[in-house]
């Protein structure tokens, strides 16, 4: 079955960078795009961005621009998302998601919280 | 940019009860880039509805979307404990909603 599992809770100072992983199996990663969403406590859903996995194009949103880098690993299947310059309010529960033919996002991750603090 | 609005932006209902979510879009889209999420804290999001209207596999039956051009709906028909939740309408896979918190 479509499985996409994250790397575990970080914590960072702020101006570092942060990493996250969405290993996935079950699919052929090579042909689809995966999007990243966070989350910050008690917000709704931000979108961050998305890569497709088959062109390397990518897509941010201006929020985010200069700032994300979203690479995708053939090999292992693997989805990255970097954020760096990290700020306080950075600190949210990011998720990776596959997205559909149709673009929207039909398997998600399970979340990766991030906490930026001094 | 298209601005997507949710309202009530919270819905106190019982399970039993028929619950009614709105998303009004600021220009008009195509019924096909429309989707809604089903989002329980601690979980990961899920997919509900995309193309306005469809329910991916697995997803019950008393979920239903409608809607066309900037006012789109998604309706439980007979809410259950587990659908207390916060649902998200998003445009294109892109641009969420502001949430409807359903207790």
């Known amino acids: 079955q479509v499985q996409l599992v994250q790397s575990g809770a970080e914590v960072k100072k702020p101006g570092a960078s942060v990493r996250v992983s969405c290993e996935t199996s079950?699919?052929?990663?090579?042909?689809?795009?995966f999007t990243w969403v966070r989350q910050a406590p008690g917000q709704g859903l931000e979108w961050m961005g998305w890569?497709?996995?088959?062109?390397?194009?990518?897509n941010y949103a201006q929020n985010f621009q200069g700032r994300v880098t979203m690479t995708a690993d053939t090999f292992t299947k693997t989805a990255y998302m970097e954020l760096r310059s990290l700020r306080c309010d950075d600190t949210a529960v990011y998720y990776c998601?596959?997205?559909?033919?149709?673009?929207?996002?039909?398997?998600w991750g399970q979340g990766t919280l991030v906490t930026v603090s001094s | 940019e298209i601005v997507l609005t949710q309202s009530p932006g919270t819905l106190s209902l019982s399970p039993g009860e028929r619950a009614t979510l709105s998303c009004r879009t600021s220009?008009?889209?195509?019924?096909?880039?429309l989707a809604w999420y089903q989002h329980t804290p601690g979980r990961a999001p899920r997919l509900l509805i995309y193309?306005?209207?469809r329910r991916p596999t697995g997803i019950p039956d008393r979920f239903s979307g409608s809607g066309s051009g900037t006012d789109f709906t998604l309706t439980i028909s007979r809410l259950e404990s587990e659908d207390f939740a916060v649902y998200y309408c998003?445009?294109?896979?892109?641009?969420f909603g502001g949430g409807t918190k359903l207790e």
């Open positions: 193309g306005a209207s």
């Open positions: 079950g699919f052929r990663f090579s042909i689809y795009g």
């Open positions: 890569i497709n996995v088959y062109n390397g194009d990518t």
């Open positions: 998601a596959r997205n559909s033919g149709g673009g929207y996002q039909d398997h």
């Open positions: 998003q445009h294109l896979g892109l641009t």
């Open positions: 220009q008009s889209v195509t019924s096909n880039n």
